[in-house]
C-alpha cells in the first residue's frame, strides 16, 4: 500500500492528519481476517494540485526505496546529487490462493498486505521515511512536482504505476487522482469548497474544478468523509451513488485524556488565564470575520470577554479587521504541534468553530472528546458529526449571523456547558438519537459521541472500498 506522503512532509493539517491516521489504521488492520483482501497491492497515490504549492519540505534526496518493516526513523536517507538507480518498489506480493486482481475476493488473505507510502516530489523525498508511522515502507522515484503535475494535468501520459511499481489499485488521497496503466483508481474528495465557496480557496484549491472531474473519470470509487460530501459529489458531477462511499474521520485516542494548562505552560505560550479559542488555518472559509464581528459586539457591551486564541499556521486572503477591539482580545498561538493542541483546546472556555463550510469538522470533535463547550456553524458537515449532541455539548448558529453567535458565545462565557441549551434541539429528541436526556452530564455525552468515531474504523471502511474497487 502506498500512501500519498507530501502532506506528511510539513506540518500535519487536515488532510496530512488524515493520511497519517489512515496508514496507521490500515497498518493495525494487517494480518486482520476481517480485512480480507487478496489483491497484489494497493498504492496510495498523491493529490498533484497541492505539490507545486508545497514542494515538500525536507532536504534534497535520492530516490527511497522500500525496506522490510520500514517504519519512523528506520530508513537510511540518501545524500544530495548521489547518482542511485531508482529500484522497482517490491510491492507486487500475490495473495496465495493464485486469484488474480480482478477475481479478489473478500476472504481472508494467506499473506498480509504490504504498506508503503510515495512522495511526488523531487525536495522533500529524502524526509518521506522519517515522516511515516511504524510499519510503512517507502517507495518513490525522485521527480519534480511541478513536472508531474503538468504532465498529469494534460493527459494520460506517465501513469503512476512507473513511479510506484505495479499496483492493484492506486488511491489519490488529496483530491488528485494521477494516470493509470493497470491499476484501479480510489479518489479521495475532502470538500467542495471549490465549487461552493470558490471566493474563499487558494489558486491551487481553485485548480480542482478541472482535476477533480479528470480523476473522477479515472476512478473506480469515491471516498468522501462526510454524507454530505458524499451527497455533493453525487449531485454535483453526476455519478452513481454506489461508486461513493463516506468514510468518516476518527479522533485519536490521546484527546480523551487531553487535560489543560499544566504549571507554566499559559505563559510559555503568551496565552491569558481563560481564553475563547479557533482552531485552523485562517482562510476566508473559516469565517474569521463574522466571529471577529461577534466578538467587537460583545467588548462593546459587557466586561471581562476572554480573549480569542487563533491556534493554526498563516493562511491566506484579506488580514483580519480588529478594529474595535481592544488591545490584546485577538492572540495569535501561531502552529502548535499535537500535544499543545490538546493542552490548549482542553482549557478554552468554548471552541469556536463559525466555518461557511466544511467537508467533515474534526476539531468540534476533538473538543467534546476534551470536555470543551463547542459553539458553530449550523452547516450540513458540522451537523452530521454533532447532531446527537446539539443542544447538549455542542450549540450550532448559522454562519452569518453575528448577532446570533454573540449571543452564543456570552451565554457559554457566563454559564459553561450550561450556555448550549438554546431550544435547537429537545432533550426528547436527544433521547431518541440514543445521545443525551435532560440530566446528561454533558462532558460525558461530548465524550461519547466522540468515541464513536475511531481511525479504526476509516480503516475499514476504506479497505472495504479498496477490495470492491479490485471487483469492478
Same mark, same amino acid.
Given at each position: 500500500m502506498v500512501l500519498d506522503g507530501t502532506p506528511l512532509l510539513g506540518r500535519r493539517t487536515g488532510v496530512g492528519r488524515y493520511v497519517e491516521s489512515l496508514l496507521v489504521g490500515l497498518a493495525d488492520l494487517v494480518g486482520d481476517e476481517t480485512l480480507g483482501l487478496n489483491a497484489e497491492t494497493i498504492a496510495l497515490g498523491l493529490g498533484a494540485a497541492d505539490l507545486a504549492s508545497r514542494g515538500g519540505s525536507g532536504r534534497p534526496g535520492g530516490a527511497v526505496t522500500p525496506s522490510a518493516g520500514a517504519g519512523r526513523g528506520t530508513s537510511e536517507r540518501r545524500s544530495a546529487g548521489e547518482a542511485t538507480e531508482p529500484a522497482e518498489p517490491a510491492l507486487a506480493t500475490r495473495a496465495a490462493n493464485g486469484r488474480s486482481p480482478g477475481r479478489a475476493t473478500f476472504a481472508p488473505s494467506a499473506r498480509p498486505l504490504e504498506l508503503a507510502a510515495t512522495a511526488f516530489t523531487w525536495r522533500g523525498l529524502a524526509g518521506l521515511a522519517e515522516a511515516l508511522p511504524p510499519g510503512i515502507a517507502p517507495t518513490a522515484r525522485r521527480v519534480p512536482a511541478r513536472l508531474l503535475q503538468e504532465i498529469w494535468a494534460n493527459g494520460e501520459r506517465l501513469p503512476v504505476e512507473l513511479l510506484t511499481?505495479?499496483? =492493484?489499485?492506486?488511491?489519490?488521497?488529496?483530491?488528485?487522482?494521477?494516470?493509470?496503466?493497470? @491499476? /484501479?483508481?480510489?479518489?479521495?474528495?475532502? =470538500?467542495?469548497?471549490?465549487?461552493?465557496?470558490?471566493?474563499?480557496?487558494?489558486?491551487?484549491? @481553485? /485548480?480542482?474544478?478541472?482535476?477533480?472531474?479528470?480523476?473522477l473519470r479515472r476512478a473506480a470509487a469515491v471516498i468522501t468523509p462526510s454524507q454530505s460530501v458524499a451527497e455533493e459529489v453525487i449531485a454535483a458531477y453526476r455519478i452513481d451513488r454506489d461508486r461513493v462511499t463516506a468514510t468518516p474521520l476518527g479522533v485519536d485516542d490521546a484527546w480523551f485524556d487531553a487535560t489543560p494548562l499544566k504549571p507554566g505552560w499559559l505563559e510559555a505560550h503568551g496565552l491569558p488565564e481563560r481564553y475563547l479559542l479557533f482552531v485552523g488555518t485562517a482562510e476566508p472559509r473559516k469565517n474569521l470575520r463574522t466571529l471577529l464581528s461577534a466578538l467587537r459586539g460583545l467588548h462593546g457591551t459587557y466586561p471581562d470577554i476572554p480573549p480569542l486564541v487563533l491556534a493554526g499556521p498563516p493562511g491566506w486572503g484579506a488580514a483580519l479587521d480588529t478594529a474595535g477591539l481592544p488591545a490584546g482580545a485577538i492572540v495569535s498561538a501561531g502552529y502548535l504541534d499535537e500535544a499543545d493542541l490538546r493542552t490548549a483546546v482542553a482549557g478554552a472556555v468554548a471552541l469556536?468553530?463559525?466555518?461557511?463550510?466544511?467537508?467533515?469538522?474534526?476539531?468540534?470533535?476533538?473538543?467534546?472528546?476534551?470536555?470543551?463547550p463547542v459553539i458553530a456553524a449550523d452547516i450540513p458537515a458540522i451537523r452530521e458529526v454533532t447532531g446527537p449532541v446539539v443542544g447538549v455539548a455542542v450549540r450550532l448558529v448559522p454562519p452569518a449571523d453575528a448577532d446570533r453567535l454573540a449571543d452564543a458565545l456570552l451565554d457559554v462565557i457566563d454559564g459553561g456547558h450550561r450556555g448550549l441549551a438554546d431550544g435547537s434541539a429537545h432533550p426528547s429528541r436527544a433521547t431518541a438519537a440514543g445521545a443525551a436526556g435532560p440530566t446528561t452530564d454533558p462532558r460525558r455525552a461530548g465524550r461519547d459521541h466522540a468515541r464513536t468515531y475511531t481511525w479504526r474504523r476509516t480503516a475499514a471502511l476504506t479497505a472495504e472500498v479498496y477490495r470492491r474497487a479490485t471487483e469492478s
Amino acid at each position: 500500500m502506498v500512501l500519498d506522503g507530501t502532506p506528511l512532509l510539513g506540518r500535519r493539517t487536515g488532510v496530512g492528519r488524515y493520511v497519517e491516521s489512515l496508514l496507521v489504521g490500515l497498518a493495525d488492520l494487517v494480518g486482520d481476517e476481517t480485512l480480507g483482501l487478496n489483491a497484489e497491492t494497493i498504492a496510495l497515490g498523491l493529490g498533484a494540485a497541492d505539490l507545486a504549492s508545497r514542494g515538500g519540505s525536507g532536504r534534497p534526496g535520492g530516490a527511497v526505496t522500500p525496506s522490510a518493516g520500514a517504519g519512523r526513523g528506520t530508513s537510511e536517507r540518501r545524500s544530495a546529487g548521489e547518482a542511485t538507480e531508482p529500484a522497482e518498489p517490491a510491492l507486487a506480493t500475490r495473495a496465495a490462493n493464485g486469484r488474480s486482481p480482478g477475481r479478489a475476493t473478500f476472504a481472508p488473505s494467506a499473506r498480509p498486505l504490504e504498506l508503503a507510502a510515495t512522495a511526488f516530489t523531487w525536495r522533500g523525498l529524502a524526509g518521506l521515511a522519517e515522516a511515516l508511522p511504524p510499519g510503512i515502507a517507502p517507495t518513490a522515484r525522485r521527480v519534480p512536482a511541478r513536472l508531474l503535475q503538468e504532465i498529469w494535468a494534460n493527459g494520460e501520459r506517465l501513469p503512476v504505476e512507473l513511479l510506484t511499481g505495479r499496483a =492493484d489499485v492506486v488511491h489519490g488521497t488529496n483530491f488528485v487522482l494521477p494516470p493509470l496503466r493497470a @491499476a /484501479r483508481g480510489v479518489l479521495t474528495i475532502h =470538500d467542495l469548497s471549490y465549487l461552493r465557496t470558490p471566493d474563499t480557496v487558494s489558486a491551487a484549491s @481553485a /485548480r480542482y474544478t478541472s482535476l477533480v472531474p479528470r480523476g473522477l473519470r479515472r476512478a473506480a470509487a469515491v471516498i468522501t468523509p462526510s454524507q454530505s460530501v458524499a451527497e455533493e459529489v453525487i449531485a454535483a458531477y453526476r455519478i452513481d451513488r454506489d461508486r461513493v462511499t463516506a468514510t468518516p474521520l476518527g479522533v485519536d485516542d490521546a484527546w480523551f485524556d487531553a487535560t489543560p494548562l499544566k504549571p507554566g505552560w499559559l505563559e510559555a505560550h503568551g496565552l491569558p488565564e481563560r481564553y475563547l479559542l479557533f482552531v485552523g488555518t485562517a482562510e476566508p472559509r473559516k469565517n474569521l470575520r463574522t466571529l471577529l464581528s461577534a466578538l467587537r459586539g460583545l467588548h462593546g457591551t459587557y466586561p471581562d470577554i476572554p480573549p480569542l486564541v487563533l491556534a493554526g499556521p498563516p493562511g491566506w486572503g484579506a488580514a483580519l479587521d480588529t478594529a474595535g477591539l481592544p488591545a490584546g482580545a485577538i492572540v495569535s498561538a501561531g502552529y502548535l504541534d499535537e500535544a499543545d493542541l490538546r493542552t490548549a483546546v482542553a482549557g478554552a472556555v468554548a471552541l469556536c468553530f463559525p466555518s461557511r463550510y466544511e467537508g467533515f469538522g474534526l476539531p468540534p470533535l476533538e473538543a467534546l472528546a476534551a470536555g470543551t463547550p463547542v459553539i458553530a456553524a449550523d452547516i450540513p458537515a458540522i451537523r452530521e458529526v454533532t447532531g446527537p449532541v446539539v443542544g447538549v455539548a455542542v450549540r450550532l448558529v448559522p454562519p452569518a449571523d453575528a448577532d446570533r453567535l454573540a449571543d452564543a458565545l456570552l451565554d457559554v462565557i457566563d454559564g459553561g456547558h450550561r450556555g448550549l441549551a438554546d431550544g435547537s434541539a429537545h432533550p426528547s429528541r436527544a433521547t431518541a438519537a440514543g445521545a443525551a436526556g435532560p440530566t446528561t452530564d454533558p462532558r460525558r455525552a461530548g465524550r461519547d459521541h466522540a468515541r464513536t468515531y475511531t481511525w479504526r474504523r476509516t480503516a475499514a471502511l476504506t479497505a472495504e472500498v479498496y477490495r470492491r474497487a479490485t471487483e469492478s
